[in-house]
């Protein structure tokens, strides 16, 4: 997997944790991590990740009353 946009080294955000997290929080956007050049782990703000949990839930529960639909007609 090769993710380039928002990326940091793993090094670097060891490095400079405390300014990488406010950095998180201020942008709500998720960073991808790398080692030795291939995406490794995401890192995001707990706030905005909650909120593609409950998009993902939202959009989860239309497909499921959609299907639902589709089956009753």
């Known amino acids: 997997m090769t993710m380039t946009r928002g990326s940091e080294t793993l090094s670097d955000f060891k490095r400079e944790t405390e300014r990488v997290v406010q950095r998180l929080k201020r942008s709500g956007k998720p960073l991808v ?4 050049g291939q995406a490794e782990l995401v890192v995001q ?3 905005a990740y909650e909120q593609l949990v409950e998009s ?3 959009a989860s529960t239309l497909a499921g009353i959609q299907q639902g639909l589709v089956q009753v007609a």
Do not use: E, N, S
């Open 56 to 58: 993902l839930t939202r």
């Open 45 to 47: 703000d707990a706030a």
């Open 33 to 36: 991590l790398t080692v030795d």
